[in-house]
């Protein structure tokens, strides 16, 4: 399975961007896919999940902001962000993870290539 992440632009504060993750193959046997992010200097922190049955979680950061969602039909995964702040610029990557525990350990079975987001002031 190959990830193709897009999406990402400029926008301004208060602005909305969906990003888009595309699968190679079926994603259907795939039991976690979620976002990373990381800004210059920063690690790379988890966004957002969504298992295959549809459960998601968010980091504090983006709950109520971020929506993550899945469409196993199309092999894709979604990143919906509102309410942009400009902490939320960085570079954006979508992750396929056997469980829930490997995702947050980043233990990742796939890498996406990450698509770059700037929410300017």
């Known amino acids: 399975v190959q990830l193709q992440a897009s999406g990402g632009g400029l926008v301004q504060a208060g602005g909305s961007l969906k990003l888009s993750c595309a699968a190679s193959?079926?994603?259907?046997?795939?039991?976690?896919m979620g976002w990373y992010r990381q800004a210059p200097g920063n690690q790379r922190e988890l966004v957002a999940t969504i298992t295959s049955g549809g459960s998601t979680n968010y980091a504090d950061s983006v709950k109520g902001r971020f929506t993550i969602s899945r469409d196993n039909a199309k092999n894709t995964v979604y990143l919906e962000m509102n309410s942009l702040k400009t902490e939320d610029t960085a570079v954006y990557y979508c992750a396929a993870a056997q469980t829930m525990t490997d995702m947050t350990a980043r233990r990742i079975s796939y890498w996406g290539q990450g698509t770059e987001v700037t929410v300017s002031s």
């Open positions: 193959g079926s994603i259907i046997s795939i039991n976690v």
